[in-house]
């Protein structure tokens, strides 16, 4: 649909349109459990689930 989905490492997921402006919050946790480090995304063709990647300084890679 043109939407940009920005995995922002310290604010969350975020979606911008294709008309630009403002990006706008997705989720910045999930089961209660905040995000801390989100680095990565990827979004199923049919976008209905986006899987994405939240590092931790607790565990190094």
């Known amino acids: 649909n043109g939407d940009l989905y920005i995995a922002d490492a ?4 975020k979606v911008v349109g294709p008309e630009g402006g403002l990006a706008t919050q997705v989720v910045t ?4 459990q905040p995000f801390y ?3 990565d995304i990827d979004i199923s063709e049919d976008e209905d689930v986006i899987y994405f990647t939240d590092s931790s300084t607790v565990y190094h890679r």
Do not use: R
């Open 37 to 39: 480090f989100t680095n």
């Open 10 to 13: 310290y604010l969350g997921l």
């Open 29 to 32: 946790e999930a089961e209660g």
